[in-house]
């Protein structure tokens, strides 16, 4: 059974612009994820995200869908890194 423990983590990229990376942290494994990535911007409906987040979560267990880290900080630059 896989347990999933959610944490937000927030990047500022400019006044415009904001970046909330839903990582996911296995309790069984105690390796992390980014399990999405979402861009705000001015006047966003946030409940969009949370849909999509369900969705995704639904559709297969992250833990054969995600690339796992030791850490949050490697998580999200990978992730950085594989979308730029």
Known sequence: ???????F????????????????KNLHTGMYC???ADF???NRDDQQFSRQFLELFLD???QDRCEWFDSLA???????????
Do not use: K
Not at 1 to 7: A, D, G, P, T
Not at 74 to 84: G, N, P, Q, R, Y
């Open 34 to 36: 980014v399990h999405s």
């Open 74 to 84: 490697l998580a999200i630059a990978d992730h950085i890194a594989e979308f730029s």
């Open 9 to 24: 983590v927030w990047w500022r990229q400019d006044s415009h612009c904001a970046i909330r990376y839903t990582c996911l």
């Open 60 to 62: 297969g267990d992250p």
């Open 1 to 7: 059974m896989n347990l999933y423990e959610e944490h």
């Open 40 to 42: 705000f911007r001015e």
